[in-house]
């Protein structure tokens, strides 16, 4: 298949942080999102092949929790019960479903990671991305050695070849770190899904330069999912609601949503286009020109954020270490 619609669904996002029943709460976030899929299915077509949600659809954010408290609220359970349901609808609506979650590891049992996993129309899960830059969330960079043991490099940066092409996740504001999307792409990613919850704004915000960014710099599509609004907490509901957008190779917007729930960024990828683009030497093939060993070894000089430092629990612990990390830098 070289051609299909993509959808960056806009749904709310209900915080479970002050739910008496975060687990009901996530069920019925599940629900809803499956109600939501499926009514797009049937009003965009039969050609829906890819839908995107937004980050953290299902809990929202922690606030105060310690890593043990939200571990126990919000993270799933990769074979748990919410990826099966999840499964499920991915399967019953016949779509690729890019979910981003909070969850646990077995072999990380005091810790959580941000997590964005692809669920295939056969109801598998075809790429488990964690998160590798975040504030105040631990990564695998943050258990590095073991990590890599475990999972392997692959398993950091994946990239799932599928028969709607070569996917990869961007989380958040990763979309502003150029050397992740670099990376993925250098792997074969075409389309990067990136679930997202961000201000938005009538202007262009720094993600949204940055989205344009990478879709040119890659030669690739971006399907970005952004909430329909963010309710539970005492931040007002609209801060994080619209934008959702769907980008070209070209850093051409081919759709995008108003505020509140919507399925209007929706719109037809064509892979054979982008391929034909990615084959055809000229100064626009900007990823044939990347003099990727000289940008490994001058990186390999800076030391900002150091692998293997094994995060504390609470936000000050993080913020203390990014201090340490600008000290570095800019000292």
């Not at 739910?19 to 499956?34: C, H, K, L, N, Q």
């Not at 359970?77 to 981003?100: I, K, M, S, T």
């Not at 990376?183 to 074969?188: D, I, M, S």
């Not at 954020?305 to 600008?326: K, N, V």
Request: net charge negative; with cysteine; charged share 25%.
């Amino acid at each position: 298949m070289t051609a299909f619609i993509a959808l960056a669904l806009q749904v709310e996002t209900r915080a479970v942080t002050a739910a008496a029943e975060p687990r009901a709460e996530i069920g019925a976030a599940i629900e809803r999102i499956g109600a939501q899929v499926g009514a797009s299915k049937a009003w965009l077509g039969s050609d829906l092949r890819l839908v995107v949600l937004p980050e953290y659809v299902l809990t929202g954010f922690p606030m105060r929790e310690s890593f043990a408290e939200w571990r126990a609220k919000a993270a799933l359970d990769p074979e748990g019960p919410e990826y099966r349901a999840l499964a499920d609808l991915a399967a019953r609506h016949g779509v690729f479903l890019c979910v981003n979650a909070y969850e646990r590891d077995e072999h990380f049992p005091e810790l959580y990671f941000q997590a964005s996993v692809i669920l295939s129309p056969g109801g598998e899960a075809v790429l488990r991305y964690r998160r590798l830059h975040s504030m105040f969330t631990p990564t695998p960079y943050d258990v590095w050695e073991r990590y890599l043991d475990i999972y392997g490099i692959d398993g950091v940066l994946p990239v799932a070849r599928t028969e709607i092409g070569n996917l990869a996740v961007v989380a958040s504001e990763e979309i502003l770190m150029p050397e992740l999307a670099r990376a993925l792409a250098l792997r074969g990613a075409e389309i990067f899904c990136h679930p997202t919850s961000e201000a938005s704004s009538p202007m262009l915000t720094p993600k949204a330069i940055a989205r344009r960014a990478r879709a040119v710099e890659n030669l690739a599509y971006v399907v970005s999912a952004n909430s329909g609004g963010l309710t539970g907490i005492a931040i007002p509901v609209d801060s994080t609601n619209g934008g959702s957008e769907l980008i070209d190779h070209q850093g051409r917007v081919l759709a995008q949503a108003g505020a509140g729930e919507s399925l209007v960024a929706a719109a037809e990828l064509d892979l054979a286009t982008l391929r034909r683009a990615r084959r055809r030497p000229g100064m626009g093939n900007l990823p044939s020109r990347v003099k990727t060993g000289l940008w490994a070894e001058e990186y390999a000089r800076h030391d900002g954020e150091r692998p293997g430092e094994t995060p504390g629990r609470d936000r000050a612990w993080f913020l203390a270490r990014q201090a340490e990390t600008i000290e570095r830098l800019y000292g």
